[in-house]
């Protein structure tokens, strides 16, 4: 599975962006998908995932964020609303074939096989 992550760039304080990861190579209707992203001088972190019927999502981007699929595009989305300056960040997609991750585990970075390239999100303030 090859994933493509678009949809950054420099946003105010307040503002909007939609990002994609679109996969190729296999049909990800199945897969968990997951959003991670990383600051400069920080650890990559969790965003958010969808697995199953369900999606979890990381306290810091909780009714700010929505994870979406779209499969008839093979592509997973990552809308962001009231972005703060602090989601600045390169923002990766990442894929596993496993349907059922249990959540604890669908938050870790190690857990997932197949990764797209970031893209990067500046929020100014």
């Known amino acids: 599975v090859q994933l493509q992550a678009s949809g950054g760039g420099l946003v105010q304080a307040g503002g909007s962006l939609r990002l994609s990861c679109a996969a190729s190579?296999?049909?990800?209707?199945?897969?968990?998908l997951a959003w991670f992203r990383q600051a400069p001088g920080k650890e990559r972190e969790f965003v958010g995932v969808?697995?199953?019927?369900?999606?979890n999502y990381a306290d810091s981007v909780k009714g700010r964020f929505t994870i979406s699929r779209e499969n008839a595009k093979n592509t997973v989305y990552l809308q962001m609303n009231s972005l703060k300056p602090e989601d600045t960040a390169v923002y990766y997609c990442?894929?596993?074939?496993?349907?059922?991750?249990?959540?604890?585990?669908?938050?870790?970075?190690?857990?997932?096989?197949?990764w797209g390239q970031g893209t990067q999100v500046t929020v100014s303030s």
């Open positions: 990442a894929a596993d074939r496993r349907y059922g991750i249990i959540w604890s585990r669908a938050r870790e970075s190690d857990e997932y096989d197949y």
């Open positions: 190579g296999r049909t990800i209707s199945t897969y968990t």
């Open positions: 969808t697995r199953g019927g369900g999606i």
